[in-house]
């Protein structure tokens, strides 16, 4: 019978688990503007926006799950849109706080992120977008879903294990800017097309239909939310 290596155990989980060096205030702001010029110019946004989808979706699959109500799957599509879909009660505080995670989701992962750097836990914060990317692909329904959460599970994962701290800190720290920036503009999105007279069945809209709130206010929280969000998660990063 093979015998466990107590001494490989507990050098994985301190490497985890442990702190690493706090990476120099430069590089912080470089990840910043990379982050931004991700999220900014719309050739750019186009593609780089299926990750936020990916979050955007995924807080939809997470909250229905903690609510109690039954996830029947996942679908991410090549225009950035997605899909997720859940069987329970189709009222009360579990249907509403299932609608409100999607617009939600990014900008507070992103906090959470921030958070965990502040803290110095790098590589913990690979290995959480890991396994929750792990746990999402079981969900996803489409061919098209399947390879996005497949080769962003596995940047992370191979980052994490094969790279150098400052190459884990330049990732991270890009990464957790991304969600905060891109967290933001969805909402200004969703508003544009409502100016237009799209985005009938947006989450906004079927809150408002849930909740008798006009779809307006709903708007309003995902902008507090998205851009409390960036400022509370890039001070923390920042160290102000």
């Known amino acids: 019978m093979a015998s466990i290596d107590v001494t490989s155990i507990s050098d994985l989980w ?12 430069w590089l912080v702001v470089v990840t910043g503007v990379v982050a931004l010029a991700a999220v900014v110019p719309h050739p750019v946004w186009r593609v780089s926006r299926n990750t936020i989808t990916i979050a955007h979706e995924g807080g939809h699959g997470l909250i229905a799950l903690v609510t109690g109500r039954r996830l029947n799957g996942i679908r991410l599509h090549s225009d950035t849109s997605g899909l997720t879909v859940s069987r329970g009660k189709p009222s009360g505080i579990g249907m509403i706080l299932t609608a409100a995670a999607g617009y939600t989701a990014p900008p507070l992962l992103g906090l959470g992120g921030a958070w965990l750097l502040s803290a110095h836990h790098i ?3 690979l290995w959480l977008a890991t396994g929750l990317l792990i746990a999402m692909l079981v969900m996803i329904r489409n061919a098209y879903g399947a390879l ?8 992370f994962l191979l980052v994490s294990w ?3 701290p400052a190459v884990q800190a330049a990732f991270a720290y890009t990464a957790v800017w991304f969600l905060l ?20 069945d947006s989450d906004a809209d079927q809150l408002a239909r849930l909740t008798n709130v006009p779809p307006l206010l709903w708007l309003f929280l ?4 998205s851009l409390c969000s960036l400022i509370g998660g890039g001070r923390w990063m920042l160290g102000l």
Do not use: N, W
């Open 148 to 155: 996005t959460v497949i080769l962003t599970g596995a940047a």
């Open 14 to 25: 301190d490497r985890v688990f442990g702190s690493q060096p706090a990476p120099a205030g």
């Open 181 to 200: 920036l891109g967290g933001v503009r969805p909402a200004f999105e969703l508003q544009s097309k409502r100016r237009q007279g799209g985005a009938g």
């Open 222 to 225: 995902f902008h507090a939310v």
């Open 162 to 164: 094969l790279t150098e």
């Open 123 to 125: 590589t913990l914060l």
